[in-house]
């Protein structure tokens, strides 16, 4: 699957990452790490290195060849730039039809609009061409970039789900959102 998701006025593209973009990947998360550590899980060193960014993108493609899991880049159009990465993982199918929703931006590129207009893509894509009916997303509630990211594209909240997932080696809450597919068309700010 090669495709490419654009966004004009923003300047971006999504598409799936390859093996091609492991370097990049990994200086992503090399120079974010300090700034995302708040917002992640506490990786082990070795996640930090060329082979394991290039084993998780195989792993990813795998997954995506599975329908289990999509793994994408968020590219500036001006120089091919990885500026974060978007996910749609642990897909159910059957009666449920629904995907999980995270993603990450590199500390340089926070304020740009960059994540709303992913979100809004990735979303699109995987109501129209994943036949997904609900994407979710927990954030951590003190996160406010994230939060407004998912509300300004529409997605809308559920509760909390207490003690979710261990960030920066604590268990923490997460707010619980959800778009539907056949939620009313979400905002252009």
């Not at 923003?10 to 598409?15: D, F, M, N, P």
């Not at 993108?57 to 329908?67: G, L, P, S, T, V």
């Not at 509300?151 to 778009?179: P, S, T």
Request: charged share 25%; proline share 3%.
């Amino acid at each position: 699957m090669h495709m490419q998701l654009h966004d004009q006025d923003k300047g971006i593209y999504v598409r799936l990452l390859q093996p091609d973009d492991a370097e990049q990947l990994l200086q992503l998360r090399l120079s974010s790490r300090e700034d995302n550590q708040r917002y992640e899980p506490q990786y082990p060193d070795e996640f930090f290195t060329f082979a394991s960014q290039l084993d998780l993108i195989y792993r990813r493609k795998q997954e995506a060849a599975e329908d289990r899991s999509y793994l994408f880049g968020i590219f500036r159009d001006e120089d091919d730039v990885l500026a974060g990465t978007i996910s749609v993982s642990h897909i159910v199918r059957g009666v449920g039809q629904f995907a999980d929703l995270g993603y990450s931006l590199s500390a340089a590129y926070k304020g740009t609009g960059y994540m709303t207009a992913s979100v809004r893509l990735v979303v699109e894509y995987a109501f129209r061409s994943l036949n997904l009916h609900r994407i979710q997303a927990g954030v951590i509630p003190h996160n406010t970039a994230s939060r407004r990211v998912l509300e300004k594209c529409g997605f809308q909240k559920e509760g909390i789900a207490r003690q979710l997932v261990k960030i920066n080696g604590q268990w923490e809450d997460h707010q619980m959102y959800a778009l539907l597919a056949n939620d009313s068309p979400m905002e252009h700010t």
